[in-house]
């Protein structure tokens, strides 16, 4: 269950590909609530787990969070043979199984996914662009065998509770490092050779021309020293890193353009927000989009009127920052992107 920080979920900010199983929810802080946390309990924890318990007991383990101690949610896990477990304060880290073997190899699926958009400078995701890299690295690590290693290493099953214990003892103090020894640096020789050419970041082009006609000079006389050597070493390192810097500068741009080229093609066809709904399936935004596009070919206007324009009309609530869009004639519509703000 995704929980977006909006006024009303968007259909576009779900991948067309995504499975059924998924929902979607919306409020104005983008965060659980205690009623975001019973229509998980409600909708997602209890019928997927409904069948394989088979009427046995479950175990359903959370941290202190408020949403999941209310009578509402106590009573529903009571009513459905739910055993709820709440972790002791300031422990997940060591006793939850998700954060011991599975949030760290999904934050880096994440990362890896979202890479090529900052390397790009983009500091605005788009909400379907985060949510297909979070489906992505969800169907990637929420598998048995991390699920299966997240309990055993926080010690519930096998129940070994030593795991965490050992975890918290008290480690010795280590002693202090000796401080470092000062030794006497080598005068540099006058030479327009010298580091700060072969080291200054940025290149100081003046010191770097001076060096150019001193080095050509060398070369006329036949004579190269070792601080004119060192600098023949230092402009083909140079002129590889800039040819391959070149390489990467190019690939980005194409990537850069390839992103562009998908944002424009979400945008061939009109938005639709749903109100009214707190958590919505996959199955349920498909259905309200269908009604949605019917009732449009119902209201399209007779053959006579095309051309004619409409007046602007604009719609608010698209996005969690109260983004608007205007529609005019011919379908033409301009509107800002919901997106994800990325701190760099």
Same mark, same amino acid.
């Given at each position: 269950?995704?929980?977006?920080?909006?006024?009303?979920?968007?259909? &576009?900010?779900?991948?067309?590909?995504?499975?059924?199983?998924?929902?979607?929810?919306?409020?104005?802080?983008?965060?659980?609530?205690?009623?975001?946390?019973?229509?998980?309990?409600?909708?997602?924890?209890?019928?997927?787990?409904?069948?394989?318990?088979?009427?046995?007991?479950?175990?359903?383990?959370?941290?202190g969070h408020d949403s999941h101690i209310t009578g509402e949610f106590i009573a529903h896990c009571m009513d459905n043979n739910i055993i709820l477990m709440i972790l002791p304060p300031h422990t997940s880290h060591l006793t939850q199984p998700l954060d011991v073997g599975v949030f760290g190899p999904l934050k880096k699926v994440m990362s890896r996914m979202i890479a090529p958009l900052i390397s790009l400078g983009i500091s605005r995701i788009q909400k379907v662009e985060w949510t297909t890299a979070f489906v992505h690295a969800h169907e990637a690590v929420f598998n048995a065998q991390n699920i299966q290693g997240g309990f055993r290493g926080a010690g519930i099953f096998p129940f070994k509770p030593d795991k965490v214990l050992h975890r918290i003892t008290l480690q010795p103090m280590t002693t202090t490092p000796p401080p470092p020894q000062n030794r006497e640096s080598t005068p540099l020789i006058d030479t327009p050779f010298n580091n700060s050419v072969l080291t200054s970041s940025p290149v100081?082009?003046?010191?770097?021309?001076?060096?150019?006609?001193?080095?050509?000079?060398?070369?006329?006389?036949?004579?190269?020293?070792?601080?004119?050597?060192?600098?023949?070493?230092?402009?083909?390192?140079t002129n590889e890193r800039l040819h391959a810097s070149n390489i990467i500068l190019q690939k980005e741009n194409e990537d850069l353009l390839t992103m562009l080229t998908k944002r424009k093609e979400r945008l061939g066809g009109k938005r639709k927000i749903i109100k009214g709904k707190h958590c919505?399936?996959?199955?349920?935004?498909?259905?309200?989009?269908?009604?949605? &596009?019917?009732?449009?070919?119902?209201?399209a206007a007779p053959k006579g009127a095309k051309g004619r324009k409409r007046p602007a009309k604009v719609v608010k609530g698209l996005s969690d920052d109260h983004d608007s869009y205007s529609e005019q004639g011919n379908d033409e519509e301009v509107e800002i992107l919901d997106c994800i703000e990325i701190e760099m």
């Open positions: 269950m995704i929980i977006f920080r909006a006024e009303n979920v968007n259909f &576009q900010w779900t991948p067309a590909s995504i499975a059924g199983d998924w929902r979607f929810a919306c409020n104005s802080k983008g965060w659980t609530s205690n009623e975001h946390g019973l229509d998980w309990l409600r909708h997602c924890f209890e019928p997927e787990t409904r069948e394989k318990a088979n009427g046995a007991y479950r175990l359903l383990i959370c941290d100081d082009f003046n010191a770097v021309h001076d060096a150019n006609i001193a080095l050509n000079a060398r070369l006329a006389s036949g004579e190269l020293d070792s601080p004119a050597r060192n600098y023949v070493n230092y402009i083909t390192r919505l399936s996959v199955a349920e935004i498909r259905d309200d989009i269908s009604k949605a &596009q019917k009732a449009t070919k119902k209201r």
